[in-house]
């Protein structure tokens, strides 16, 4: 096989995998496309492994989840970009390892982080309540 036949060959894969839209291995996912092995996802693109999650993209082995994208191995996440092996986030991107954290970018292992500061338990808490107020309107 020359390196022509090869790359010809390996497009012609990609562009097949790109247009396929039927759900594969899945249980009660509704309005979904490309999914695998996942069960009660609603509204989501190319999810894999993953449960009860709405409205995500590109996302593997997450639970529970609403609006996220690129995401792997996340639960309890809302509206977060590349974030791995994290729990409760709101509205972050590119956090691994991290639990309740809320507006953050780029942490990795940290806890009860909002905008990148830390905060005490209850004092983040008290804070997200608050941002919650303003953020959602």
Same mark, same amino acid.
């Given at each position: 096989m020359?390196?022509?036949?090869f790359d010809?060959? $390996? !497009?012609?894969?990609?562009?097949?995998?790109?247009?396929?839209?039927?759900?594969?291995?899945?249980?009660? +996912?509704e309005?979904?496309?490309?999914?695998?092995?996942?069960?009660?996802?609603?509204?989501?693109?190319?999810?894999?492994?993953?449960?009860?999650?709405?409205?995500c993209?590109?996302?593997?082995?997450?639970?529970?989840?609403?609006? +996220? !994208?690129?995401?792997?191995?996340?639960?309890?996440?809302?509206t977060?970009? *590349?974030?791995?092996?994290?729990?409760?986030?709101? *509205?972050?991107?590119?956090?691994?390892?991290?639990?309740?954290?809320?507006?953050?970018?780029?942490?990795?292992?940290?806890?009860?982080?909002?905008?990148?500061?830390?905060?005490? *338990?209850?004092?983040? $808490?008290? !804070?997200?309540?608050e941002? *919650?107020?303003?953020?959602?309107r």
């Amino acid at each position: 096989m020359t390196l022509e036949e090869f790359d010809k060959q $390996f !497009k012609a894969l990609v562009t097949a995998d790109s247009a396929r839209t039927e759900n594969v291995g899945c249980l009660a +996912c509704e309005a979904c496309e490309a999914c695998a092995d996942s069960t009660f996802l609603t509204e989501c693109e190319r999810v894999v492994r993953s449960n009860y999650c709405s409205r995500c993209v590109d996302c593997a082995e997450c639970s529970r989840c609403i609006r +996220c !994208k690129a995401c792997t191995s996340c639960t309890h996440c809302d509206t977060c970009e *590349r974030c791995a092996g994290s729990a409760y986030l709101e *509205r972050c991107v590119g956090l691994s390892g991290c639990t309740y954290c809320f507006g953050c970018v780029g942490l990795s292992k940290k806890d009860f982080y909002i905008l990148n500061q830390p905060y005490e *338990r209850q004092a983040y $808490f008290d !804070k997200l309540a608050e941002l *919650r107020r303003v953020v959602r309107r």
